[in-house]
């Protein structure tokens, strides 16, 4: 409860009959000028103002914000709700459920962990595309992934009812994102404090990138850790420096044949190229009153992808009209409007606001986009997309095979494979100014399948296409077009060729809603795109198997084969481990790519088929007009169908309903659990800090290049047999069959922490010198508490280091712990046993995730790295100056000494330099000195 209001800006806003109590912005000098997401910090910082983490001069600074200024004020910023997703969320209620033990230990009540902010988590990340393709599949692959998850589910189920303020939509349900704009997110809040209904701007932090999907709707919120979502759901604010934000003027209106989903890609691609990670992105000027909200939630969604921390569309009449479709209340609509009216929140396109940057875009000059094939700003034209592919494919495929030069108009019998088609060199000339196209390796691979189907594969065969993630299905104009395109291909008489995996999987339940009532559904299970599940799927992997012989014949060849898909992530890897090549594109365009079977094919002029009269059918004979989709949407899209399906939204279906489920505030751990088990974050924790010490004797575990990801720290993906987690995993009666993911099993340390720095391509440059200087890939290092320091899994190593008492260290390069905000990757750090990690820069997020877990983040002097330090991992390493922080002094600097050990290469100097230390606020330094975030909470709830 905010104790002091030095700006006098309590007051009561009424609303038909009803009074809120509200925080004026406009008592603060300088408000009116500040961006919308900036007036919303302003006002959470008026709510929250306490003398000590919330002081009158944070707030004056917000007011007096200089647009131009580098950020260097720090403000604590506290989230009205936590947003989850099961991936991440099952780990922050195990930890939740393990301090109320630790609470109890201490002499505690355990009712005291309960979520301070309200949580919402939604399982989405769980169901797998196993089955496809038939009537049956979305039956079944639920009945797999309760199979699998049950353990994880029944945890879930005792979290519901053992914490207040805590809710779960159960699987099959729809996905987070989906889920937040069209039910969980207010606009406005409203709630009770202190018995005095008070209303707010609804904030969130979600534990997954895509949160910002949320800034469509004018709810600020972003993708945080799990470390600082446990922490914001604790009641603990957000600590963040005053961002830059950058304007985005809309103008114009999109043309005719050109989707959100273009649109996406281009801003994607702008804005990367402009340069906006760390800053706020705000949509503003005349043409936002043109975006509707689907495509403002798309274009929010993709945040992450071009790097700010938030995308924001302001409030406006667009706004309400969603509300209300979506089927929220009179009184929540009516609050939306004259709260944000009377706050200056209101979009005005005539008011002159401040920003840092200014970047715009006349939506009329967008064009029909596709992106790949491995990151989601690589935008190439879709009249480019075949000559692109071709560039492209010199980097996957062996060119040592049978040259095709596609220069060279060439005619091949009908029965050719796909990517055999005549390039039409005029076209090529036009679209590449290239002398000619580079010729590129082909290799045409003949393929049976069990059904009996016969055809050729070839590099570029699309061997999975989906209608897929959060980006697009929240978007009726895309899904409705890519309906309606399937509809005109079947009438044509087109099919979808044989090889290619089609999967649907909706963001909510209301997609289902009204594509049955349009008819679509028919069509697009007509082309094999039947519902696999509501859930992520394919953008996070759950791709499922391939189809077997299309699989088969991939791995034999080596062939470098494309998925395309409507999603957000097309990392190399990432979608499936069969396909080299991923493609983001709009959902018709996914349905076109199915139909046309391979990317190397240029829509223009290349026909997709033939109908029943013999006549060539081409993309534009199929392709949906904008009034026949926007027809459809009025027809067969209502506020009651938003009604029905989220009445009953965190009730689950009868397999949720049926799952035994433990009750009681303590959780009774199943100590044969492979996947839920007691967290060791708390062992042997007392109310007395232990003294921060200086480090001392410390072994060097990794010596890293620059660009570590928190996917090389802590994978999310297959486990590898053999490696330390699928030796525990065995160990303890689980079929390799039955391993599932990473991911899955974030609720049992155990497992992660053997999965820590496991990523097959991880390079620690350290292993090379026992290879004879080569290159190794994998989790390993050397283990110098064995004779000769022979190299050995890291897990096995750590475990050895641990048992002599022998701290580590990791020296890394730039940008590391860049990537998903993955909790894991600190987690994992600190049970393995590292108390440093010296780099040359960090990503954000990871850097505060390591302080939150207790191990401290340095940074080499500027311009130096461990290699131009002279140093290579086989040292011994002190580390002197951190005792300051038990007197409540953040040193600037420690002094770090390198001294030669046993190990080290005859004639090796002992080096010693100052390290610049990145604990950055006070709040940080309280958390290293409680030894983590989790344990200062603890203590301050005791």
Known sequence: MSTVDSFGAKSTLTVGSTDYEIFRVDTVAGYEKLPFSLKVLLENLLRTEDGANVTKAQIEALGSWDPAAEPDTEIQFTPARVVMQDFTGVPCIVDLATMREAVTALGGDPSRINPLSPAEMVIDHSVIADLFGSENALERNVEIEYERNGERYQFLRWGQTAFDDFKV????????????IEHLAKVIYDRSVDGVLRAYPDTCVGTDSHTTMVNGLGVLGWGVGGIEAEAAMLGQPVSMLIPRVVGFKLSGAIPAGVTATDVVLTITDMLRKHGVVGKFVEFYGEGVASVPLAN?????????????????FPIDDVTLDYLRLTGRDEQTVALVEAYAKEQALWHDPARELAFSEYMELDLSTVVPSIAGPKRPQDRILLSESKAQFNIDLTNYADSDHDLVDLTVAESFPASDPPGFTPEDEHSHHEHHHHSHAPATASKPTPVTTAAGDAFTLNHGSVALAAITSCTNTSNPSVMIAAGVLARKALEKGLKTKPWVKTTLGPGSKVVTDYYEKSGLDK??????????????????????PLIEEVSAAINENDLAVTAVLSGNRNFEGRISPDVKMNYLASPPLVVAYALAGSMNFDFEVDPLGTDADGNDVFLKDIWPAPDEVQEIIDASISREQFIKQYATVFDGDDRWRNL?????????????????????????MTMELTPVGDITGARVMATLGDSVTTDHISPAGNIKAGTPAAQYLTEHGVAQKDFNSYGSRRGNHEVMIRGTFANIRLKNLLVSAVNDGAVVEGGFTRDFTQEGGPQSYIYDASQNYQAAGVPLVIFGGKEYGSGSSRDWAAKGTSLLGVKAVITESFERIHRSNLIGMGVVPLQFPAGESWESLGLDGTEIVSIVGLEQLNEGVTPKTVTVTAAPSEFSPEGKQPVTFEAVVRIDTPGEADYYRNGGILQYVLRSLV
């Open 523 to 544: 069509s697009l299970e007509g082309l094999g795109f039947y519902t696999v599940g509501y859930g992520c799927t394919i953008c996070i992997g759950n791709s499922g």
């Open 169 to 180: 939509v159960p699987p099959g349900t729809g996905i987070v994102h989906q889920v937040n």
């Open 660 to 684: 035994p489920t433990p009750t009681g505030p303590i959780f009774e751990w199943d100590t044969d659990s492979t996947y839920v088990r007691k967290a060791p974050y708390f062992d042997g």
């Open 296 to 312: 403002r939630a798309t274009i929010g969604n993709m945040s992450p992808e071009f790097g700010s921390t938030a995308a924001m």
